[in-house]
């Protein structure tokens, strides 16, 4: 598998775990990991920051698939499959439909510019 089909299979595995996340046959524990790898996923912090050279990606290359993986074999097979199918429509054009999926983006960096205002002006 090429570095860009896998990138392709993360785009469409990403929404999936966030419909398994929602569904109520998902185990707790999966719901857990499914929490963090979403988390994870859209947030604008990595663990390592990407202007670092190499390894500044290589959370995206290999923390995040990981963690995507780790969550699929927690979720039962048959709430997988209904995730995979429902999330096949999440996606237009590389986006997502909703917009307002991007709300905890802007919560956290909106929090983020909070916690540094106060720590200068205080």
């Known amino acids: 598998m ?18 398994a996340l929602k569904d109520r046959e998902t185990p707790l524990l ?3 990991t499914a929490a963090v790898t979403v988390a994870y996923a859209l947030s604008p912090i990595d663990l390592i920051p990407d202007f670092i ?3 500044g990606y290589l959370d995206d290359v290999l923390l ?5 993986a780790l969550t699929i074999r927690l979720i039962p097979k048959e709430v997988w499959k209904r995730c995979q199918s429902e999330s096949e429509n999440m996606w237009v054009d590389g986006k997502p439909k909703k917009w307002y999926f991007a709300i905890p983006i802007i919560f956290i960096w909106l929090l983020i510019l909070w916690l ?5 002006w205080l």
Request: zero cysteines.
């Open 116 to 120: 540094i205002v106060k720590a200068i």
């Open 53 to 55: 050279p190499v390894l």
């Open 2 to 19: 090429t570095l860009k089909e896998r990138a392709k299979k993360l785009k469409r595995d990403v929404p999936a775990v966030f419909l």
């Open 30 to 32: 999966a719901k857990i």
């Open 64 to 68: 995040l698939p990981a963690l995507i």
